[in-house]
């Protein structure tokens, strides 16, 4: 049995960046995604430089990058993913003299 998407979401943002929001349900929970889900969450610059980025690849669990660093994401639920990710981007996107 495959995964199912269940959610899927793409925008491009008047500066050209992109933010885009993938997350599929699997067929069954594991050690590695205890939700049962499979996520990528990112943003992007025009150039394809990668700002925030969530996802809980294969090997690595749940975790998120900001610039250059990557630390440990704690997954709750969904609606939480979603909100910190764009909380993250928003903050990602706010001028430095601000």
Not at 6 to 14: A, G, S, V, W
Not at 84 to 96: H, I, N, Q, S
């Amino acid at each position: 049995m495959a995964a199912r998407l269940p959610f899927r979401e793409k925008h491009i943002l008047p500066d050209h960046s992109i933010v885009e929001m993938v997350i599929s349900q699997l067929p069954r929970r594991s050690r590695e995604r205890p939700s049962g889900l499979k996520y990528s969450l990112y943003y992007g610059l025009a150039d394809g430089t990668s700002v925030v980025r969530y996802d809980n690849e294969s090997g690595k669990g749940d975790h998120r990058h900001c610039g250059t660093g990557e630390e440990t994401y704690t997954f709750s639920n969904v609606e939480r993913l979603v909100e910190d990710f764009l909380a993250d981007v928003a903050r990602a996107r706010k001028p430095a003299n601000e």
